[in-house]
């Protein structure tokens, strides 16, 4: 993809760039590194196509030029991120002015591919000497801003105001992640999947919570993503298997052989190993294989697509069904979706929550549907929310969806209150539609 007023740049080159800056800097002078990705690029590229993609890829980085200093480079970082270094600062605080400068620059109506299309920004920055002393430490630190901004639902964010877990603090998590664990505080929580054609629950989505004593309930993400950087994700993985399978046999005794699709780290998808440890748990608790589903991001068997593959296929050769999740927002090739030993698609929310207001996103749906049809799978379609979106899925011939219409997701002592109701699915859907209006 090109951005023509953009340099393009790997990560790797940034950082050997930082680096340099950073030895030539003179004592007492500052420089920044902003990271800004473009929100909800992603629907657009799939939406409209790459042609206007790259026009709103162009524009963006047109509009950033103009508002940088004269020898402040700006790179593109690959899909949606670009990257700014503002050198020869006088103070620190610069760089939040040019953070604001170039939100408003970017934020907007922008003309791409004869469309005006609404386009936002993230963005996140740090500061050399103030957060971090060589390159390596100043692009983890710009990083972690915007990824804070990301979960606070903000618009820019500077290190130094990070919320967040942050350096020693991530450290901390992860002690107390393997301490959690030793100690089984950690719950699973099952969100109930729906036969959309027959009105029946189909199966339950497995999703890992964590409350803490001091922080309240921590992110998924935040944890997750902290043992993906350590060895603990073996750990949290087996103990998610082991707990999933073992409470699984709870659920089979109110409703016989539904599924339980449980989330595989894209770290365990080039390690053979994980093959037997799956193997080894269902074996322990007696797991039908047709009654699992691991689920896979379409990112994660493109790391390493070869070795993924092999990976893919010993698991489905052990019975166990095989989902792509975030279907739509990744990038994997057709040749390469039809080697795969996959059951099932699941259809991003972000195409399914305002499907009924926008022709495009239904457009999408409609075409992973037939798509994953015509290569026998069936689809799940993820974030249903009201009535309309559902009966609209049920025309499209859609098999499987879930989300807060029919319930959201429940404890296991919960779940097992509720299941008789939510087997019923008209009771079902009202009891969800009550919690719904609880939420809110």
Request: proline fraction near 3%; include cysteine; hydrophobic fraction near 45%.
């Amino acid at each position: 993809m090109s951005v023509t007023a953009a340099q393009s740049l790997t990560r790797a080159q940034l950082l050997d760039l930082l680096d340099r800056q950073i030895d030539t800097a003179g004592a007492g002078h500052n420089l920044a590194l902003l990271l800004f990705d473009l929100r909800d690029f992603r629907r657009i590229n799939a939406g409209y196509g790459q042609r206007v993609g790259d026009a709103v890829l162009a524009a963006a980085a047109e509009r950033i030029r103009q508002v940088l200093r004269p020898g402040d480079p700006l790179f593109y970082l690959g899909h949606d991120e670009f990257a700014v270094l503002l050198l020869a600062l006088k103070t620190p605080q610069v760089a939040e002015l040019a953070m604001q400068k170039i939100h408003a620059a970017i934020s907007g109506r922008h003309t791409a591919g004869g469309l005006e299309l609404a386009v936002a920004v993230r963005c996140g920055g740090a500061v050399y000497p103030l957060h971090a002393s060589n390159g390596q430490a100043l692009l983890q630190a710009a990083d972690m801003a915007l990824y804070q901004a990301k979960m606070q639902q903000q618009e820019r964010m500077l290190y130094e105001k990070c919320q967040g877990w942050g350096g020693h603090q991530q450290l901390e998590l992860q002690l107390e992640l393997a301490q959690a664990l030793n100690d089984n505080r950690l719950k699973l929580y099952y969100q109930p999947q729906f036969d959309l054609q027959r009105g029946r629950v189909h199966g339950f989505e497995t999703l890992l919570r964590w409350y803490h004593a001091e922080h309240g309930w921590i992110s998924p993400e935040v944890f997750i993503a902290v043992a993906e950087r350590s060895e603990l994700i073996d750990q949290l993985s087996t103990w998610t298997f082991n707990t999933a399978m073992r409470e699984q046999r709870r659920l089979h005794d109110i409703l016989p052989r539904t599924a339980l699709a449980i989330n595989l780290s894209p770290c365990l998808l080039n390690d053979r190993e994980i093959v037997t440890l799956v193997h080894g748990i269902m074996n322990i608790w007696g797991t039908p294989p047709e009654t699992l589903v691991l689920e896979i991001t379409e990112n994660a068997m493109m790391t390493d697509p070869a070795r993924a593959l092999c990976i893919l296929e010993a698991l489905h050769d052990l019975g166990i069904r095989l989902s792509i999740d975030d279907f739509g927002t990744g990038y994997s090739s057709l040749a390469y979706l039809q080697r795969l030993p996959v059951d099932e698609l699941k259809i991003d929310k972000t195409f399914v929550l305002d499907m009924v207001h926008n022709q495009h996103n239904r457009q999408i749906v409609q075409s992973v549907i037939d798509l994953a049809h015509n290569l026998g799978m069936h689809v799940v379609a993820e974030g249903i929310e009201d009535a309309q979106t559902r009966n609209m899925l049920v025309a499209m011939g859609c098999d499987y969806g879930q989300g807060y219409h029919f319930a959201r997701p429940l404890p296991l002592t919960e779940l097992c209150e509720r299941l008789p109701a939510l087997a019923d699915s008209d009771k079902g859907v009202a009891d969800s539609q009550s919690d719904c209006q609880d939420r809110a």
